[in-house]
């Protein structure tokens, strides 16, 4: 049976493994040998300015803050009047058999789009309707569209 060959590469892989287990051994034998902190050196303060430090605060410098004040997350919204978002328009178009057709605004000469599925009511062109906007992928859509 013939002896795998060692190459170059195989060699300086071996020697980096030996090379990190005698750290490793090193690592451990230190830290055997070296006694176990006390409770002081792990502490760790920040000061008034908020920098760490390894000295305690100056009880002199305290400051009481009254924990009600505190806001976390978004403020409390306050009572605002809502905005009449219902438009009145005038179907100007409508495909029974595609689905979808135009609703013309009273105010200008805007023109929406609807599909069958926005439809609260059944509507035919030239009904009066009421409807609500919202964003679609091409531009404004009419939606939950009633007759008047």
Same mark, same amino acid.
């Given at each position: 049976?013939?002896?795998?060959?060692? &190459?170059?590469?195989?060699?300086?892989? $071996?020697?980096?493994?030996?090379?990190?287990?005698?750290?490793?051994?090193?690592?451990?034998?230190?830290?055997?040998?070296?006694?176990?902190?006390?409770? $002081?050196?792990?502490?760790?303060?920040?000061?008034?300015?908020?920098?760490? &430090?390894? &000295?305690?605060?100056?009880?002199?410098?305290?400051?009481?803050?009254? /924990?009600?004040? +505190? $806001?976390? =997350?978004?403020?409390?919204?306050?009572? /605002?009047?809502? /905005? @009449?978002? $219902?438009?009145?328009? +005038?179907?100007?178009?409508?495909?029974?058999?595609?689905?979808? =057709?135009?609703?013309?605004?009273?105010?200008?000469?805007?023109?929406?789009?609807?599909?069958?599925? =926005?439809? +609260? @009511?059944?509507?035919?062109?030239?009904?009066?309707?009421?409807?609500?906007?919202?964003?679609?992928?091409?531009?404004?859509?009419? /939606?939950?569209?009633?007759?008047?």
């Amino acid at each position: 049976m013939a002896r795998p060959q060692e &190459t170059f590469n195989k060699k300086e892989q $071996e020697k980096l493994r030996a090379k990190k287990r005698k750290e490793k051994q090193d690592k451990k034998e230190a830290r055997k040998s070296n006694p176990k902190l006390s409770g $002081e050196d792990m502490y760790v303060y920040v000061d008034e300015n908020g920098h760490l &430090t390894s &000295t305690p605060p100056d009880p002199s410098k305290k400051i009481v803050v009254d /924990v009600e004040s +505190i $806001e976390i =997350g978004i403020p409390k919204r306050e009572d /605002v009047e809502e /905005v @009449d978002t $219902e438009k009145k328009g +005038i179907v100007d178009f409508y495909d029974t058999s595609k689905g979808f =057709g135009f609703i013309k605004e009273l105010d200008s000469d805007n023109k929406f789009f609807f599909h069958v599925k =926005g439809l +609260i @009511d059944e509507v035919k062109e030239g009904n009066k309707v009421t409807y609500e906007l919202e964003k679609g992928m091409k531009g404004m859509n009419a /939606v939950r569209v009633k007759k008047i």
